[in-house]
Nanobody, 124 residues
Framework: QVQLVESGGGLVQAGGSLRLSCAAS????????MGWFRQAPGKEREFLVA????????YYADSVKGRFTCSRDNAKNTVYLQMNSLKPEDTAVYYC?????????????????WGQGTQVTVSS
């Protein structure tokens, strides 16, 4: 069982930046692939990026490639999502998720644990 807690959301103007954090409660954090998703009102949950257990591989959705950067610090049991050049369409609740296994999954059903989400609002 893994608990995940996101933080760092808030209100930002278009063109600005935010860094989200996801803290995990496990002694074996490097065994988990981690992912970031978001969900806007009335829309399906959208995959953003996955990162491998040691941080050596990442896979980004086209919608955020070049603007968002995912990293992890296994000594701190934390995954980060640096978001730059934010747009109003980035407004959503952002979730982190954990999956123990191989690869970099991009679908909701492949992830075993989820955080509660953090709200990101981008104003125009």
């Amino acid at each position: 069982q893994v608990q995940l807690v996101e933080s760092g959301g808030g209100l930002v103007q278009a063109g600005g930046s935010l860094r989200l954090s996801c803290a995990a409660s496990t002694r074996t954090f490097s065994n988990y692939n981690m992912g970031w998703f978001r969900q806007a009102p009335g829309k399906e949950r959208e995959f953003l990026v996955a990162i491998s257990g040691r941080g050596g591989s990442t896979y980004y959705a086209d919608s955020v490639k070049g603007r968002f950067t995912c990293s992890r610090d296994n000594a701190k049991n934390t995954v980060y999502l640096q978001m730059n050049s934010l747009k109003p369409e980035d407004t959503a609740v952002y979730y982190c998720a954990a999956q123990r296994g191989y690869g970099l999954p991009s679908t909701r059903e492949r992830y075993d644990y989820w955080g509660q989400g953090t709200q990101v609002t981008v104003s125009s």
